[in-house]
């Protein structure tokens, strides 16, 4: 039996890209903090000259996944992380945002190969959505996590592919 997994120490060779909505920036832009703070803390280079990590900004996330599949097709990038915020509050747009950005993503990443994360936060209320931002825990963190798994295990699966 074979067993493959992603680890974290090979984060530095990884070129990663982060889109992040600008709705609901209170909630997003503390989302993209946590993110890149767990990137740095791996090694990853997030200064302003890095070559490691492009940052993109969007609208809403019901544009995530057009840009992520554009970004995802150049070849550029080993895992892509999305980062957006969808509060119910009253208003149906809820459900056709979600589920625009869900399946857009879910499908990039499929027809591209390459790993997207799914950071997008879907709460009934802003106050549950900052507790996932920060006041409780910062999903950022485990979204960018998730990706360096992610990326790591997608070219281990990669160098088995290519040397069989
Ligand atoms: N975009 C979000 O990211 N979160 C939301 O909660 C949201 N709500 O509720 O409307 C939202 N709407 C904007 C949407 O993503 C698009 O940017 C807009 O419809 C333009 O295409």
């Known amino acids: 039996m074979a067993t493959f997994e992603g680890c974290f120490k090979d984060s530095t060779s990884l070129k990663i890209a982060v889109v992040v909505a600008r709705f609901n920036d209170l909630v997003t832009s503390k989302l993209l903090s946590?993110?890149?703070?767990c990137l740095a803390r791996h090694g990853v280079n997030t200064s302003e000259a890095s070559h490691q990590l492009d940052l993109v900004w969007v609208p809403g996330s019901f544009e995530l996944p057009l840009v992520t599949k554009n970004l995802a097709k150049s070849g550029r990038y080993q895992v892509?992380?999305?980062l957006g915020a969808v509060i119910r509050g009253d208003t149906p747009h809820f459900d056709v945002v979600v589920n625009e950005a869900s399946k857009g993503i879910a499908s990039?990443?499929?027809e591209t190969g390459v790993p997207v994360i799914f950071g997008v936060l879907t709460t009934d209320t802003m106050?549950?959505?900052?507790e996932r931002a920060g006041i409780k825990s910062n999903l950022g963190w485990n979204f960018a996590l998730q990706a360096l798994e992610m990326g790591s295990l997608m070219s281990v699966?990669?160098?088995l592919n290519s040397s069989s």
């Open 34 to 37: 946590g993110c890149l703070d």
């Open 108 to 110: 990039v990443a499929r």
């Open 157 to 159: 699966l990669h160098s």
């Open 80 to 82: 892509v992380i999305t």
């Open 127 to 130: 106050q549950q959505a900052l």
